[in-house]
T-cell receptor, first 115, second 111 residues
Framework: GAGVSQSPSNKVTEKGKDVELRCDPISGHTALYWYRQRLGQGLEFLIY????????KSGLPSDRFSAERTGESVSTLTIQRTQQEDSAVYLC?????????????FGSGTQLSVL | QKEVEQNSGPLSVPEGAIASLNCTYSDRGSQSFFWYRQYSGKSPELIMSIYSNGDKEDGRFTAQLNKASQYVSLLIRDSQPSDSATYLCAVHSSNTGKLIFGQGTTLQVKP
């Protein structure tokens, strides 16, 4: 596709439910990033994929959070047993090879609201 | 200590003035530094990148880097109301491969 695509754009869920967020990076981009942005806050690093591997999972807030990537393309971020503090915008970004000087291209984000 | 620190603001400047945005970082191994602009309700977009000490100019924007002081800044000349946004400083760690963002500085340019 022309840009990074995320779905759904908005998700409202009840506390305790599981949610799955999807990211389609720009075709050919091998590096993929997930960030969380709480209201009025900066971007909090969650996880980074190089191909299908995640060299750094240190940003995942708890074991309720997991992410995977298949076919060096689509990635899903899963949050189990959602809590109200999980409410935020979840942003996905991709870059060509994940090099240090590369520009990140961001998707429009998924606004998650946990009631 | 946060890895990347910014003053959250808001920073308010009159139209036509110079806006100065500052950022400090903790990882001395960092080699690449970026400024992203984020309009309210939108995703971040890259406006400047800098890799060497000194100044880098692009139109009304100038990025400044001082690795010894672990400091990077963004100057916006002739500020316009359309520059009103949150400016995010991002630092790439060559050790971890992570791109770490600061919390952002909100800039308000008043007509």
């Amino acid at each position: 596709g022309a840009g990074v695509s995320q779905s759904p754009s908005n998700k409202v869920t009840e506390k305790g439910k599981d949610v799955e967020l999807r990211c389609d990076p720009i075709s050919g981009h091998t590096a993929l990033y997930w960030y969380r942005q709480r209201l009025g806050q900066g971007l909090e690093f969650l996880i980074y994929f190089q191909g299908n591997s995640a060299p750094d999972k240190s940003g995942l807030p708890s074991d309720r959070f997991s992410a995977e990537r298949t076919g060096e393309s689509v990635s899903t971020l899963t949050i189990q047993r959602t809590q109200q503090e999980d409410s935020a915008v979840y942003l996905c970004a991709s870059s060509l090879v994940g090099g240090p000087g590369e520009k990140l291209f961001f998707g429009s984000g998924t606004q998650l609201s946990v009631l | 200590q946060k890895e990347v620190e910014q003053n959250s603001g808001p920073l308010s400047v009159p139209e036509g003035a110079i806006a100065s945005l500052n950022c400090t970082y903790s990882d001395r191994g960092s080699q690449s530094f970026f400024w992203y602009r984020q309009y309210s309700g939108k995703s971040p977009e890259l406006i400047m990148s800098i890799y060497s000490n000194g100044d880098k100019e692009d139109g009304r924007f100038t990025a400044q880097l001082n690795k010894a002081s672990q400091y990077v800044s963004l100057l916006i000349r002739d500020s316009q109301p359309s520059d009103s946004a949150t400016y995010l400083c991002a630092v790439h760690s060559s050790n971890t491969g992570k791109l770490i963002f600061g919390q952002g500085t909100t800039l308000q340019v008043k007509p």
